[in-house]
Structure formats: structure tokens, C-alpha cells
């Protein structure tokens, strides 16, 4: 099982990033995939997530508005496209794959090794 994420770098508040997360190694349409964050000394906290059909997402409070989660089943890929960039946005961001059903996220979680995001002038 392999999560790679890409996408991330130096942007300018306001500016806009699209991580991307290549998933192989299993069925990717069968699972949910979730998007977090974490700063130094700080739990990771969950940004954005979406069903294994992807028709339902959901996004923190601190998100909405702003972040857009999708997935391409036929390109084993899950997206997370970032507008409107804040510095408190700056994180390293992972991608997680786990099965879900219906609200329930269950089994082994699954996760990419991060990629940096820095939001500064």
C-alpha cells in the first residue's frame, strides 16, 4: 500500500494550491480518503474528507469555503484544492485512506509521508 502526496510549496496569502495523493496497492474506489494537517506541537487535525463514491465530503470549520476535496477513481488520485490561502494554513498535509460506510470509518488507516505547505509574503 502506497500514498504519495505532491503538490505542496510556497504560496503567497491569497494564492491557491492543488495537492494530489496517488494512491496504489488496493482498491481505491472501495475506500473513503481524508485530507490533514499538522504544525509542530500540535495533533493532526482532519481538513477535508470524502466517501469512497465521493459523493459526500465534508470540511473543518476552518476550511470551507475555501478547500475542495475530490478523487479520480479512474486515476487512483484524491485532490485537495486550496484557495485563498492564510498563514494559518501552513501545515505539512497527509492524505489518509480508510474504509468507510456511511459515517463509520473503519479497518486499517492508511497514510502518505506529508507534503509542506507554507503560506507566507
Known amino acids: 500500500v502506497q500514498l504519495v502526496e505532491s503538490g505542496g510549496g510556497l504560496v503567497q496569502p491569497g494564492g491557491s494550491l492543488r495537492l494530489s495523493c496517488a494512491v496504489s496497492g488496493f482498491t481505491f474506489s472501495r475506500y473513503g480518503m481524508r485530507w490533514y494537517r499538522q504544525t509542530p506541537g500540535k495533533e493532526r487535525e482532519l481538513v477535508a474528507a470524502s466517501t469512497s463514491a465521493g459523493g459526500s465530503t465534508d470540511y473543518a470549520d476552518s476550511v470551507k469555503g475555501r478547500f475542495t476535496i475530490s478523487r479520480d477513481n479512474t486515476k487512483n488520485t484524491v485532490y485537495l484544492q486550496m484557495n485563498s490561502l492564510k498563514p494559518e494554513d501552513t501545515a505539512v498535509y497527509y492524505c489518509?485512506?480508510?474504509?468507510?460506510?456511511?459515517?463509520?470509518?473503519?479497518?486499517?488507516?492508511?497514510w502518505g509521508q506529508g507534503t509542506q505547505v507554507t503560506v507566507s509574503s
Open positions: 489518509n485512506a480508510r474504509l468507510v460506510y456511511g459515517s463509520i470509518w473503519y479497518g486499517n488507516d492508511y
